[in-house]
C-alpha cells in the first residue's frame, strides 16, 4: 500500500508509485497535452477539489450485476477471471430480489447484467422480466456466442423485455480475436450481431483494444456502423492487467493511444481529430460526473453522403461550459429545463435540418438506408497495480455486490479481496 504521484515527462503521464523496495512507474498517458486539455474541459475548471467529496451530490448511473462467474469463453483478457464450471453456480433468486431492492432504493433506473456469461444462466429470461417489472432497464452484455447460435434465442431475449444487448465485439482480424477471446470464431459474433438487429434490439458495442487492433479501428467503426439505426453505443476500451491477463504487457496501451488509432484513417468521409474527443460533462443537479481521465466521447452520424462528428451538430465549448454552469439545486428548472435549453442553444443550425431529415429517412427508410448515429466513448479503465482514489471518487458506475455496491474500476481490479485496490494506492495530483 503506497501512495503515488502523478507526473509529467516530455509528453507523457505516468503515475509513479512510491514504493520503498521498488520505484514503479505506469504510463497513463502518451500525449500529456491533450490530457491536460481534458482535465481543463472538463468539471474540474469548476469544481472545488478541496471539497470533502461526501459533500458534493453525487449518483451512479452505470450499474452492474454479476449472474455467474461461469463462461464458456475462456477469454485471454478476463477482467473477471470467469471459467467454464463444471457444476456452475448462479445468482439465487433471494439474492436477486435483495440487489435489484437497494438499486431501486437508490433511484437506479438500468441494470446491467454481467459476468461471467449472463446467458448462460438457467432463467436469463425470466431475470430480463423481473427486472422490466421493477420499472428499471436490463442490458444483457454478452460475449454474443449464444446470440450468435440461435436465432430464436435473440427474439426471445427481445420480447422479455430486455432494453439494450452490449456485445463484446474487438476486432475483424482473426488472429487477433484469437489471441484476446480463444479459439470460438469470429463469425459466430458477427453472426450475433446480425441477429441482434433482425430482433430489432437496441444495441451497444464494447472494444477491447490492444496494440495488436488499435490501427484497425477506423475499418471497425465502419463495420460497426453500417449495423444501422440500432447502433447506438461503441465503448473502446484498452486492456489492462486485470483479472486473468494471459497476454504479453508490451501489449497494453493507454487511451490516447487508442484516439490516436481512431484518428488515423479516415471513418466514412470524415477524419477525427483527438480533440474532436471531449470529457463527459459534469452536470451538478443531476449528480452525474465522471473523471475526465476515465472516458471521453464523440457522437458519430453517418449517413450515405455525409459523416458528421459532435463538433458539426454542436458548438461543444459553449454547450459543455452552459450544462457545467448550472447550479446544483435539484430544481425542475436545473434538471430538465436549463440542460435542454443548453443543448437547443448550442445546436448547429445546419445540422437541425440534417438531424431532422436523418430522422424522417430512418423512419420510413429504415432498411435500405445505411444511417448510423451512435455515441463513441474511449474509456481508461484502472490497473490494478495504480488506483486513483479520486478516479474512484468521481465514478457513476455501480458494481452490486451481497452486501454492498462499490465502483466498477475497484471491483475489476481486485485482487482476493477487492479492498485491498481501493487501499493500496494512491494518486492524488496535478500535472
Ligand atoms: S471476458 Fe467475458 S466472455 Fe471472456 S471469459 Fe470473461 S466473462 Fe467470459
Not at 431492492?101 to 441494470?111: A, D, F, N
Not at 464494447?206 to 444501422?228: M, W
Not at 476500451?237 to 490516436?260: C, H, K, P, W, Y
Not at 455525409?306 to 447550479?327: E, F, G, N
Request: glycine share 6%; hydrophobic share 40%; with cysteine.
Amino acid at each position: 500500500m503506497h501512495d503515488a504521484r502523478i507526473v509529467r515527462r516530455e509528453n507523457c503521464i505516468y503515475g509513479v508509485l512510491d514504493c520503498p523496495v521498488q520505484k514503479q512507474e505506469y504510463l497513463l498517458s502518451a500525449n500529456a497535452d491533450f490530457f491536460i486539455q481534458n482535465r481543463n474541459r472538463s468539471f474540474f475548471s469548476y469544481i472545488d477539489r478541496n471539497r470533502p467529496v461526501q459533500k458534493i451530490y453525487k449518483k451512479p448511473y452505470a450499474t452492474f450485476l454479476n449472474l455467474t462467474f461461469h463462461c464458456d469463453a475462456g477469454c485471454s483478457i478476463c477482467f473477471a477471471n470467469a471459467v467454464y464450471q463444471e457444476h456452475p453456480q448462479f445468482l439465487s433468486a433471494e439474492q436477486l430480489v435483495v440487489r435489484l431492492k437497494r438499486l431501486k432504493s437508490r433511484g437506479i433506473k438500468t441494470v446491467s447484467l454481467f459476468g461471467g456469461e449472463p446467458t448462460l444462466h438457467p432463467d436469463i429470461l425470466g431475470i430480463i422480466r423481473i427486472i422490466k417489472k421493477t420499472g428499471m432497464r436490463a442490458i444483457l452484455v454478452t460475449n454474443g456466442y449464444r446470440l450468435g447460435r440461435d436465432p430464436g434465442f435473440a427474439k426471445k431475449v427481445k420480447r422479455a423485455g430486455v432494453w439494450e444487448v452490449d456485445i463484446q465485439f474487438d476486432t475483424l482480424d482473426p488472429a487477433v480475436h484469437r489471441l484476446l477471446r480463444g479459439d470460438r470464431p469470429l463469425s459466430l459474433k458477427k453472426r450475433a450481431l446480425r441477429n441482434i438487429v433482425r430482433a430489432g434490439i437496441r444495441l451497444g458495442i464494447v472494444t477491447t483494444v490492444i496494440r495488436s487492433n488499435a490501427d484497425e479501428l477506423p475499418g471497425l467503426l465502419e463495420y460497426l456502423a453500417g449495423l444501422g439505426p440500432l447502433l447506438k453505443r461503441v465503448m473502446i476500451q484498452g486492456a489492462v492487467n486485470s483479472g486473468r491477463f494471459g497476454i504479453d504487457d508490451f501489449e497494453i496501451i493507454d487511451r490516447e493511444t487508442i484516439l490516436a488509432g481512431i484518428c488515423s484513417a479516415a471513418i466514412f468521409h470524415t477524419t477525427m481529430h483527438v480533440n474532436d474527443f471531449w470529457p463527459f460533462p459534469g452536470i451538478q443537479p443531476w449528480g452525474l460526473y465522471m473523471h475526465p481521465d476515465c472516458t471521453v466521447v464523440n457522437v458519430v452520424v453517418n449517413t450515405a453522403k455525409k459523416t458528421h462528428t459532435m463538433k458539426d451538430l454542436l458548438r461543444v465549448p459553449d454547450v459543455w461550459k452552459a450544462l457545467q454552469s448550472i447550479a446544483p439545486g435539484r430544481t425542475i428548472q436545473n434538471r430538465y429545463i436549463k440542460p435542454l435549453l443548453a443543448v437547443i442553444r448550442g445546436l448547429r443550425y445546419r445540422a437541425v435540418i440534417q438531424l431532422i431529415s436523418i430522422a424522417i429517412q430512418g423512419l420510413v427508410f429504415r432498411r435500405k438506408q445505411k444511417i448510423a448515429m451512435f455515441v463513441l466513448a474511449v474509456e481508461s479503465y484502472e490497473s490494478a497495480r495504480f488506483q486513483d482514489i479520486e478516479k474512484t471518487d468521481f465514478c457513476p458506475t455501480l458494481q452490486s455486490l451481497k452486501d454492498e455496491d462499490v465502483c466498477a474500476c475497484i471491483y475489476n481490479s481486485r485482487g482476493k479481496e477487492y479492498h485491498a485496490s481501493r487501499m493500496s494506492e494512491r494518486a492524488r495530483g496535478e500535472v
